[in-house]
Nanobody, 124 residues
Framework: QVQVVESGGGLVQAGGSLRLSCAASGRTFRSYAMGWFRQAAGKEREFVAALSASGGSTYYADSVKGRFTISRDNAKNTVYLQMNSLKPEDTAVYYC?????????????????WGQGTQVTVSS
């Protein structure tokens, strides 16, 4: 069983930045692809970014491309989501997920373990 815990959410003004962290348990962290998803109030969960197990491949939703960066530190069992130039429409609960695969995916159904989420609120 893998536990995934997000942190780093909060309230920020439009144009500001936040860095989300996702700590995952387990000695096999480096074999998992990791992803970030978000869910705004009244909307379905949507893909944000994903990263292969090696860190060599990254995937982004068009809405965040050029503003968000996903990265990982396998020595710390941690994945990060650096969010810059934040917009009010980025307001959502952000979820980190681990996929028992080396590739990474934009599909939420491919992920095996999920965190509880962290709230990000961007004020205008």
């Amino acid at each position: 069983q893998v536990q995934v815990v997000e942190s780093g959410g909060g309230l920020v003004q439009a144009g500001g930045s936040l860095r989300l962290s996702c700590a995952a348990s387990g000695r096999t962290f480096r074999s998992y692809a990791m992803g970030w998803f978000r869910q705004a109030a009244g909307k379905e969960r949507e893909f944000v970014a994903a990263l292969s197990a090696s860190g060599g491949s990254t995937y982004y939703a068009d809405s965040v491309k050029g503003r968000f960066t996903i990265s990982r530190d396998n020595a710390k069992n941690t994945v990060y989501l650096q969010m810059n130039s934040l917009k009010p429409e980025d307001t959502a609960v952000y979820y980190c997920a681990a996929e028992v695969s080396k590739y990474g995916s934009t599909w939420s159904t491919r992920y095996d373990y999920w965190g509880q989420g962290t709230q990000v609120t961007v004020s205008s």
